[in-house]
């Protein structure tokens, strides 16, 4: 449990600086608050984890798991949803959402292998509530990416997640 947790720990890492330093690169401001936004679960996600192999290691039991509701969130991005950005910036950050989409993807997926490998059933429900977590993430990067797509009128034959 605890390598995966120190895989985990990593991965959140990466993704916070990932959001962090796209945020500043995206044309569309609904894009930088959504990268913002997901830098600072990315945040929470690694203090977590973190927290969780403290406890490990000094043999304490398993705190309880925050919850992370995203409802406030989609509400306050549905109704700003409203975008200036051209057709080229719209391209150019649809690539980096493309990144993010499958970040969050991979975390996802990592955390449900993890979960399905795991005996003790605290760990597992906690990867599970982890993979959750980041299912929601990418969620949210999936809309905003068909946003651009139907905003644009980009005829791709297939949406590219």
Known sequence: MYDVLKLAESFEIEGYKFYKS??????????????EYLANMEKEHTEFIRGLMKNLEEGREIEKIPSQDTKFFNERYESQKVSDTSQEDDIADLSVLRMAYLIEKDFMEFYAKAAQNEKNEKVKEILEILAKWEEGHKKIIEEQMNYIIEKNHLDLGFYPF
Do not use: P
């Not at 995206?26 to 608050?33: D, G, M, R, Y």
């Open 22 to 35: 796209k945020a500043t690169e995206v044309k569309s401001k609904a894009i930088t608050e959504i990268f």
